[in-house]
């Protein structure tokens, strides 16, 4: 096996169920489903796409994988090793490994911190190497992220930066601990275009010079096909399909895959763009083990949907679709 | 004559750090039923033009120069009262946040009422009949109309805004931002709806947005604003196809598409400049891979470099 084909990543049969409390009096529970049995593997330096609408789970998957929330049922495994077993030490290793960057960064940096703090932090949380080697790491993390030179933003505050250089910020903090895995949620979604094309090149080449995975989260599906290896389609807490991205993108089987591409809109007035049916149908509550998820909003579904709940099948090589129909067509 | 005509509108904010000139000399003009997108980035000044339309700038603006002509008379001369008539039946608006604007605590049906009431004596009965024939235009359900906000999903919270925006049947739709808040199927299906409405009933439109995809689905002639002017006005063939101004190519280059080659994205380099004090020359110019001289000694003149299409630019002539 070549050493880019290894598994970094392997999800299990993930599953995350909030509980909500009506009131504190109140005995009955309600109880939410936001991730049902996703399984996903990421290879190593693979970017994976996790993609899907507000409220769909792609978040809490991120979340879970970051171990800020603990899964309510399945496993993961990264590098091997079960991140929920993880105590001590070992955790902290983990957290090494593994890294982080949000959508928002006018939220997500301590507007306290100068940028030279910020990033240094997790050097000292990790306790790697005297000061300095932090500062050496601090300097090479800014110079990668293409604050230029290190020194003019080392001693700016937040309010002093541009988005676009927040975001910088952030990724750099996530990669001065060097990290084989990021977990990127929405990075971009905040920023203007212009400054998020140079956010997305950098991640790119980051993965090239690093050898970094990703796992990408995203609504947008132009810019998960720009970014990604492959792509995962999620649709309230349960993954539809799976593929390679030209594939996925190309040639989508699940009905929910397809009416999310031809609802995308393209920068070019003379394209055309045929549209797939969907039907706009309240959600009624979840009922993952007997009829499909996607069945309330398909235009096409037969009686086995109402009846069992599509399993992920491989349609062609490496592409998996959970839908009866997909696999008939 | 043009239904909307603006000229050399100039408008600046009034800040404790001095004052933004958010929006220097914009001119486009547009006719009954026409569409027309406005496009730029975060603090471009496109909603300040869409504000300064409905004359609800916040009280920090100032006019420093300029007029905006609708139907031949000056919105910026007209008095509240004035005003007030203007709104809703000769223009209305589309929010970004106007789903949120609803209030909770009366039914939807019943607000709608409320305007369409206040712009004309209707009864209650009348009213409601234009609300149910309102709900199947924009594709709510009428038996839905008597449901408070809460009980309405973001789409058809936005589908409720846009009924009412076209309560009064407006010759002029301001649409800023629409679909921003919205899922990518939702966005889909309410441009789909502004699209066929303002065709089926003749209005004329401005729509405002930050991504360029959305405004190449909507609109038949595009604006493109950068630091406060439009830089590049064109039909949106022209604008995609014949793109003139050196921003409006880097900002269509720094858009990934879903559909095509994929081609590395061309970002921006550097930020756009503080308004509060704009370069001298082009406002482009600190960012411009195509800058000499005297980009940033001069500013270019907006010229109609081709019949219809306008630019801004040193490089950039008619023929």
């Known amino acids: 096996m070549r050493e880019n084909d290894k598994i970094l990543v392997d999800v299990k049969g993930l599953t995350k169920i909030y509980s909500l409390k009506r009131n504190i009096f109140s005995r009955s529970r309600e109880f939410v489903t936001a991730v049902y049995d996703v399984n996903i593997r990421i290879k190593n330096g693979e970017i994976f796409g996790l993609v899907g609408e507000s409220g769909s789970g792609k978040t809490t998957c991120g979340r879970i994988l970051s171990r800020l929330e603990e899964p309510t049922g399945g496993q993961i495994f990264i590098k091997g090793v079960d991140i929920r077993l993880l105590k001590g030490q070992d955790l902290q290793g983990f957290r090494k490994n593994v890294q982080m960057i949000f959508q928002d960064p006018y939220e997500s940096l301590n507007p306290r911190m100068t940028v030279a703090d910020t990033v240094m932090e997790p050097l000292e949380v990790q306790r790697v190497g005297d000061y300095e080697e932090r500062e050496y790491r601090v300097w090479k993390a800014l110079k990668i992220v293409e604050l230029y030179p290190p020194g003019d ?7 002093e930066l541009s988005g676009g250089q927040r975001q910088r910020v952030a990724v750099a903090r996530a990669l001065v601990v060097e990290p084989d ?33 990703y796992l990408f989260i995203t609504h947008d599906l132009a810019v998960a096909r720009y970014m990604c290896d492959r792509i995962g389609v999620i649709f309230k807490g349960k993954l539809v399909e799976l593929g390679k991205t030209e594939r996925l993108i190309g040639n989508p089987h699940h009905p929910y895959t397809k009416a999310l591409l031809s609802a995308v809109p393209i920068p070019d007035p003379r394209a055309e763009r045929e549209r797939f049916r969907f039907e706009e149908r309240e959600l009624p509550e979840q009922t993952f083990d007997r009829s499909c998820v996607f069945l309330p909003r398909c235009a096409a579904s037969g009686r086995i949907c109402r009846k069992e709940s599509p399993e992920m099948v491989e349609v062609e090589e490496d592409h998996y679709s959970a839908c009866h129909l997909s696999t008939e067509m | 004559m043009s ?51 409905m004359k609800i700038l916040p009280t920090n603006a100032v006019i420093i120069g300029g007029e905006i002509l609708f139907k031949g008379e000056d919105i910026l001369l007209k008095d509240d009262e004035e005003i007030r008539r203007i709104r809703w039946k000769g223009i209305s608006m589309v929010f ?6 609803l209030n909770p605590v009366i039914s939807v049906g ?14 209650e009965a009348d009213a409601w009949e234009q609300v149910r024939e309102l709900y199947s235009l924009v594709g709510l359900d009428p038996g839905r109309r008597k ?53 089926r009933l003749d209005m004329a439109m401005v729509y405002i947005s930050h991504d360029i995809s959305v405004i190449a689905e909507t609109c ?18 022209s604008l995609f196809y014949d793109t003139l101004h050196p921003y409006t190519k880097a900002l269509l280059s720094s858009y990934p598409s879903i559909k095509g080659e994929i081609k590395r994205l061309n970002p921006i380099p550097g930020e756009p400049p503080n308004l509060l004090d704009p370069p001298v020359g082009c406002r482009f110019d600190p960012r411009c891979p195509e800058r000499e001289e005297i980009c940033n000694s001069h500013e270019p003149e907006y010229l109609e470099v081709k019949e219809g299409h306008f630019v801004a630019c040193h490089f950039v002539k008619p023929a």
């Open chain 2, 220 to 237: 038949s002639k595009i604006g493109v604003m950068y630091a406060g002017k439009i830089v590049e006005y064109a039909d949106a063939d």
């Open chain 2, 96 to 101: 970004q946040a106007a789903m949120n604007a």
């Open chain 2, 110 to 123: 019943d607000q709608i009422v409320e305007a369409i009431q206040a712009h004309g004596r209707v009864s």
């Open chain 2, 147 to 199: 449901s408070y906000p809460h009980e309405y999903s973001g789409g058809m919270k936005q589908r409720a805004i846009i009924a009412m925006s076209l309560a009064c049947s407006p010759d002029l739709i301001i649409a800023d931002e629409p679909t921003t808040a919205l899922d990518v199927i939702m966005q889909d299906q309410i441009i789909q709806e502004i699209v066929a409405l303002q065709d």
């Open chain 1, 153 to 159: 933003y080392l001693f700016r505050f937040p309010h």
């Open chain 2, 3 to 53: 239904l909307l005509e603006i000229r050399n509108l100039t408008l600046h904010y009034k800040t404790t750090k001095g004052m933004v000139q958010a929006v220097d000399k914009v001119s486009f003009s547009l006719n009954r039923g026409e569409s027309m997108g406005l496009v730029g980035e975060s603090g471009c000044g496109k909603t300040s033009v869409a504000m300064g339309i």
């Open chain 1, 181 to 213: 895995f990021v977990i990127a949620d929405e990075p971009v979604s905040m920023l203007d275009a212009s400054i998020r094309a140079g956010i997305l090149n950098l991640l790119l080449d980051l993965r090239t010079r690093l050898g970094l995975a």
